[in-house]
Each structure stands twice: as C-alpha cells, then as structure tokens.
C-alpha cells in the first residue's frame, strides 16, 4: 500500500506565503532612509552602527509585548495601531534610564500568516519607529498551527538603546524637596487590557472599542529633548501596576508621594470604571489613569522642564520616610 506523501503546506505552514510577507516588508520599508542601520531586512541579522555624537557607549535592550489589548483589536478587525504600541512599549521603557532608541526588532506568532493583517501590523511598527527616531532592524513571523488557536497571535518587540556611560540615570541623584512631574497619556496605553476585557466583554460599540485602541503615546522626543536642556534625577514608565509598582522601583531611599488631584483623569477611564464598578484604589494600582510617564527633578530645573514643555504637570514630591510610595 503506497503511504500518502506529507508536505509542510499541509501541516499549516506555507513557505511561499511567508516568503511573499518578506517581500512587503521590504516593499513597505524600501522608501525609509534607515538612521543607524546597516544592510537591508530579510538577512539573518540586523546591524546598527554607533552614533557619531557618543564618546563612551553603553547599550541598553527591552523586551514587551502589546499583551491582551490585541483582543480589543481582534474584536475591532483593525491591528493597525498595535504596532505603534509594541514599540512604544519598549522605546518607552528605554529612556526611563536616558538611552536612545536606536533599534528595533519584532516577532509575530500566528496560526495561519494573513498578508494583509500583517502588514497592518508592520506599518504600525514603522509609525512607531518614526515616532522614536529608531529603525526597524528585523524580525521573526513564525506560523505555528495548532499552538496559536484560530485569530489569537502574538506580538512581541525587542528594543536596543544608546548612552553614554556616565550619563546613565538611575535614580542615585534624587534628594528630598525634588518635585515629580508627569507628562499625560494618551489612554489606557497597553496595560489592564485582561480586566478591560473582563468588564467590556464584546458589548460595547465599536466607538467605544476605537477608544481602547488608542495607541500609546511615545514619549521619546520629548524627553530626550528634556534631557538635552537640564538634569533629570529618575524617570518611571507608568505601566502594569500603576504609580505604587513603577515609582517604588525608582529609589527606595525615599518616598515617592503624588497627589491625585493634580490633573483630571481622562473620561475613558471613568468609562471603565463605571462600566465595572472598580474602586479608586483598584484603578490606581492597575491604569496609569491619565500619567503615562514620571520625570523627578529638582525645584529649579522642573521650572525649567515646564517652560521647555507646556504638557508636563506637577503631581508630586520626594520625601525622606519609611515608605517608598503614597497618595497625598
């Protein structure tokens, strides 16, 4: 009896599809002139080189994922703006210490490769790069039918910095009397999104789904110009975990105090709260609840950081105490 010939096509994964993937991305990145890249996507590996202006360099690398906010998006039939948010996810967590982005990478894991969603996907990620000033070096589509179940997939980036060595901030410089300043989100940003989803549940209105997928603001030009005017004593990315998690992380030397009155928590996240009947204290400890990124500073150059950028609000100060964090 002649046994049936087995192919990889047959088992789920299509080479010839992915390989037509290879050849959008490079289409899609063809007209954009790379900053520190050297070679061109589809190799084995990406190089970058070091920018002219850095003396004494020191790398810093990231890794996030857009986590459970793709299923708002799967929900919506629209990834266009989650790409924007894998790279925000890392960039933004990369300058917390200072570093240039000046690199990026991607993986995207799916059932069954869909040209079309991927490219959705992958003009996100060039929107974001272009807002981070950083290129986009590479990557990895995986098709793993059988592990990854009907529209579910994975979105995950890896995100490569620059500094100078003694430029590092690590929060060392902080002292009692420095004022905390925030700069606004742009909503939920990617975090929360398995209680989001909890409480939303598919039933609410594609309006409302369009607000969830606000992309998260990248704040790497704003605070890189910042840091070329004056000196930043610690930074904090307000993630999962909220202001207790993120800010405890900065010095544990000294209390971080905010005061929630500070700025008006945007309407989106009053939504939500309603919607699932969550506590204060919940929100605080889940959503950056309108605070997406945390700078400390002295009196004087937090004077000076308010003049360079309007948007910046005073919502807090250091103190010398027991505990590393408390509302006011």
């Known amino acids: 009896m002649t046994k049936n010939k087995n192919n990889y096509k047959d088992s789920g994964v299509n080479i010839e599809e992915g390989q037509k993937f290879i050849d959008d991305i490079k289409d899609l990145t063809s007209n954009i002139s790379p900053k520190y890249s050297l070679g061109h996507i589809g190799g084995f590996s990406g190089y970058v080189?070091?920018?002219?202006?850095?003396?004494?360099?020191?790398?810093?690398?990231?890794?996030?994922?857009?986590?459970?906010?793709?299923?708002?998006?799967?929900?919506?039939?629209?990834l266009s703006t989650i790409g924007i948010d894998l790279v925000a996810m890392c960039v933004n967590d990369l300058i917390v210490s200072g570093a240039k982005p000046i690199a990026f990478l991607d993986?995207?894991?799916?059932?069954?490769l869909d040209r079309e969603k991927g490219q959705q996907i992958l003009k996100g990620i060039?929107?974001?790069?272009?807002?981070?000033?950083?290129?986009?070096?590479?990557?990895?589509?995986?098709?793993?039918?059988?592990?990854?179940?009907?529209?579910?997939?994975?979105?995950?980036?890896f995100s490569m910095?620059?500094?100078?060595?003694?430029?590092?901030?690590?929060?060392?410089?902080?002292?009692?009397?420095?004022?905390?300043?925030?700069?606004?989100?742009?909503?939920?940003?990617?975090?929360?999104?398995?209680?989001?989803?909890?409480?939303?549940?598919?039933?609410?209105?594609?309006?409302?789904?369009?607000?969830?997928?606000?992309?998260?603001?990248?704040?790497?030009?704003?605070v890189l110009a910042l840091l070329g005017e004056i000196e930043i004593n610690g930074m904090a990315h307000i993630t999962g975990g909220g202001f207790e998690e993120n800010l405890s992380r900065i010095n544990a030397n000294f209390t971080m105090n905010i005061d929630k009155t500070k700025w008006n928590m945007?309407?989106?996240?009053?939504?939500?709260?309603?919607?699932?009947?969550?506590?204060?204290?919940?929100?605080?400890?889940?959503?950056?609840?309108?605070?997406?990124?945390?700078?400390?500073?002295?009196k004087e150059n937090a004077?000076?950081?308010?003049?360079?950028?309007?948007?910046?609000?005073?919502?807090?100060?250091?103190?010398?105490?027991?505990?590393?964090?408390?509302?006011?």
């Open 49 to 78: 080189e070091i920018p002219n202006d850095i003396s004494n360099p020191v790398y810093a690398l990231a890794c996030d994922g857009v986590g459970t906010k793709m299923r708002i998006a799967i929900q919506s039939d629209d």
């Open 107 to 112: 993986y995207y894991g799916c059932d069954k």
């Open 161 to 222: 910095g620059i500094n100078e060595r003694d430029k590092i901030i690590d929060g060392s410089k902080i002292e009692e009397g420095n004022l905390i300043l925030g700069l606004p989100s742009s909503g939920f940003h990617s975090n929360g999104y398995s209680l989001i989803n909890k409480i939303q549940s598919g039933a609410t209105s594609a309006e409302f789904l369009k607000k969830l997928l606000t992309p998260t603001r990248i704040y790497v030009k704003e």
């Open 266 to 298: 945007p309407e989106i996240f009053n939504e939500i709260q309603s919607m699932g009947n969550i506590h204060d204290d919940e929100m605080f400890k889940v959503f950056n609840c309108g605070i997406g990124f945390v700078l400390i500073l002295s």
């Open 126 to 157: 060039l929107e974001g790069c272009a807002q981070a000033d950083c290129d986009l070096v590479g990557g990895e589509t995986a098709e793993m039918p059988d592990h990854y179940k009907s529209d579910n997939f994975d979105l995950v980036g």
């Open 303 to 328: 004077r000076k950081a308010k003049e360079i950028n309007g948007s910046l609000i005073e919502i807090g100060f250091v103190t010398k105490e027991s505990c590393k964090f408390k509302f006011v």
